[in-house]
């Protein structure tokens, strides 16, 4: 059976390029979402969300009618849910838990909808054993339909996992170019989803289980996690044998079978610093590499906090005559990563809050990629590269845009934790 109209369910980071993906191959597809302003934002053919390329095929694809955005599911083919699994609130040092309430959320709302053929895909990074689940949601509100886990092949809805591998900032060519996982609840199910994708992916889609998809994924993430918290650890190593990390690893790097990553602030973004607990809180006592990496790298912020103090300490000991009030800080960066002006889960944004909260003089940020301050940093004044680079005595590099990469900044009180300067 053919797949005429689409529906994506979560129009965020990866609901919306793929909506306007499948919408680009002439799919008539119907976003649905719960916030109103993203409804009505995509409903005028613009976007909500910052992403290269993305407003373009947003706008074509509504412009020629492919795509349209509601609050509320309406029949369609498929389905592709791409909704937020963060962890549920918990206390520091406990391990924290995902939170499925949105994909219970999202498979209740299009459970009224379903009919006989339809396909059910889940994109959500999700623990282990989250598809089943969400088959089991569906079969709850829909007992006059069959499902996989009850009826095997014969059953009247299909259901698999396809976990979403997309870079931030390269997300349109990606969700092209990338291999796809593809993990039915039966081999039909696996199959008719890549019928589905092949409408866009030119990679190869390789089908699996469900459970293995979602560990795919899974494992993808942590492994980076895990490789960053090695290359973090050797940075805090290296300091205080007074070696220069950055000379260490390309040196290292040069033998044909070591490649170690970049150290930096700390890890952001909203899956390698999220999904490896995943794991963690599945498999507390096994996971005891993954465990350990995730508190390597949520330490590095707090790090480079105290490499600032002690800047400022070294500062006021060489200049008697100022007082801390008078000290000026430049922190170079916000984003989570560089070259986008993504601030959420940012160790940079954490560090110069943390900063702005203890210190009393004066706290500059300069982010190139951003017009103007969060009410979060209300006490910090955004300004260019040259007034931080002039005015400010103590100097903190967190984000190594390439804006940052074309300068130069020569100072005894530097803290930089991407090695550029
Ligand atoms: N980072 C370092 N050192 C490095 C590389 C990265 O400190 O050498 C930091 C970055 O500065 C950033 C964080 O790690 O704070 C994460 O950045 P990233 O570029 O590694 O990854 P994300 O979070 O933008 O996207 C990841 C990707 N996963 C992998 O590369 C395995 C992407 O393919 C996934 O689709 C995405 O997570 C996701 O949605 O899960």
Same mark, same amino acid.
């Given at each position: 059976?053919?797949?005429?109209?689409?529906?994506?369910?979560?129009?965020?980071?990866?609901?919306?390029?793929?909506?306007? /993906?499948?919408?680009?191959?002439?799919?008539?597809?119907?976003?649905?979402?719960?916030?109103?302003?993203?409804?009505?934002?995509?409903?005028?053919?613009?976007?909500?969300?910052?992403?290269?390329?993305?407003?373009?095929?947003?706008?074509?694809?509504?412009?020629?009618?492919?795509?349209?955005? =509601?609050?509320?599911? #309406?029949?369609?083919?498929?389905?592709?849910?791409?909704?937020? *699994?963060?962890?549920?609130?918990?206390?520091?040092?406990? @391990?924290? %838990?995902?939170?499925?309430?949105?994909?219970?959320?999202?498979?209740?709302?299009?459970?009224?909808?379903?009919?006989?053929?339809? $396909?059910?895909?889940?994109?959500? %990074?999700?623990?282990?054993?989250?598809?089943?689940?969400?088959?089991?949601?569906?079969?709850?509100?829909?007992?006059?339909?069959?499902?996989?886990? =009850?009826?095997?092949?014969?059953?009247?809805?299909?259901?698999?996992?396809?976990?979403? &591998?997309?870079?931030?900032?390269?997300?349109?060519?990606?969700?092209?170019?990338?291999?796809?996982?593809?993990?039915?609840?039966?081999?039909?199910?696996?199959?008719?989803?890549?019928?589905?994708?092949?409408?866009?992916?030119?990679?190869?889609?390789?089908?699996?289980?469900?459970? *293995?998809?979602?560990?795919?994924?899974?494992?993808?993430?942590?492994?980076?996690?895990?490789?960053?918290?090695?290359?973090?650890?050797?940075?805090?190593?290296?300091?205080?044998?007074?070696?220069?990390?950055? #000379?260490?690893?390309? +040196?290292?790097?040069?033998?044909? &079978?070591?490649? @170690?990553?970049?150290?930096?602030?700390?890890?952001?973004?909203?899956?390698?610093?999220?999904?490896?607990?995943?794991?963690?809180?599945? /498999?507390?006592?096994?996971?005891?590499?993954?465990? =350990?990496?995730?508190?390597?790298?949520?330490?590095?912020?707090?790090?480079?906090?105290?490499? *600032?103090?002690?800047?400022?300490?070294?500062? $006021?000991?060489?200049? =008697?005559?100022?007082?801390?009030?008078?000290?000026? @800080?430049?922190?170079?960066?916000?984003?989570?990563?560089?070259?986008?002006?993504?601030? &959420?889960?940012?160790?940079? /944004?954490? @560090?110069?809050?943390?900063?702005?909260?203890?210190?009393?003089?004066?706290?500059?940020?300069?982010?190139?990629?951003?017009?103007? +301050?969060?009410?979060?940093?209300?006490?910090?004044?955004?300004?260019?590269?040259?007034?931080?680079?002039?005015?400010?005595?103590?100097?903190?590099? +967190?984000?190594?845009?390439?804006?940052?990469?074309?300068?130069?900044?020569?100072?005894?009180? +530097?803290?930089?934790?991407?090695?550029?300067?």
């Amino acid at each position: 059976m053919s797949f005429e109209t689409i529906s994506v369910v979560g129009l965020g980071y990866i609901g919306l390029p793929t909506a306007a /993906m499948f919408a680009s191959r002439k799919k008539k597809v119907i976003g649905v979402d719960v916030n109103q302003h993203a409804v009505d934002t995509i409903n005028q053919g613009k976007i909500h969300i910052v992403e290269p390329e993305l407003d373009k095929l947003v706008h074509a694809a509504f412009e020629y009618g492919y795509l349209k955005a =509601t609050l509320t599911p #309406e029949p369609a083919d498929a389905f592709l849910i791409a909704v937020p *699994t963060p962890f549920l609130p918990c206390n520091e040092g406990e @391990i924290p %838990t995902p939170d499925l309430s949105y994909i219970e959320a999202a498979s209740k709302a299009i459970a009224p909808v379903l009919k006989k053929g339809d $396909l059910v895909i889940l994109e959500s %990074t999700s623990p282990v054993g989250a598809t089943e689940q969400m088959a089991c949601w569906l079969a709850e509100v829909r007992s006059d339909l069959t499902f996989p886990q =009850t009826h095997g092949e014969d059953a009247d809805i299909n259901i698999a996992h396809c976990p979403e &591998r997309v870079l931030p900032g390269h997300v349109v060519r990606e969700l092209v170019e990338n291999d796809r996982v593809v993990g039915g609840l039966t081999p039909k199910c696996s199959q008719r989803s890549v019928d589905l994708y092949q409408t866009f992916v030119q990679g190869e889609c390789v089908i699996t289980n469900a459970r *293995t998809a979602e560990m795919t994924k899974l494992t993808e993430n942590s492994c980076r996690d895990v490789q960053i918290a090695f290359a973090n650890e050797l940075s805090i190593i290296c300091d205080k044998l007074d070696i220069d990390v950055w #000379e260490l690893i390309s +040196l290292a790097n040069r033998h044909p &079978r070591i490649n @170690i990553l970049q150290p930096g602030p700390g890890v952001g973004g909203h899956c390698i610093a999220v999904d490896p607990w995943f794991i963690v809180s599945e /498999m507390p006592v096994e996971a005891k590499i993954i465990h =350990t990496a995730r508190k390597v790298n949520d330490s590095k912020p707090g790090w480079v906090v105290d490499k *600032t103090k002690m800047a400022i300490a070294d500062f $006021l000991q060489e200049n =008697t005559n100022k007082t801390a009030k008078e000290v000026k @800080i430049a922190c170079y960066g916000l984003a989570f990563k560089p070259d986008i002006g993504d601030l &959420r889960e940012s160790p940079a /944004m954490q @560090i110069v809050k943390e900063i702005a909260s203890f210190h009393t003089g004066n706290v500059i940020a300069v982010e190139p990629n951003i017009q103007q +301050l969060s009410s979060s940093l209300e006490k910090v004044e955004l300004q260019s590269f040259d007034v931080a680079k002039s005015t400010s005595d103590i100097h903190v590099m +967190l984000v190594d845009h390439k804006e940052f990469k074309a300068e130069s900044l020569n100072s005894p009180y +530097l803290v930089d934790t991407k090695g550029i300067w």
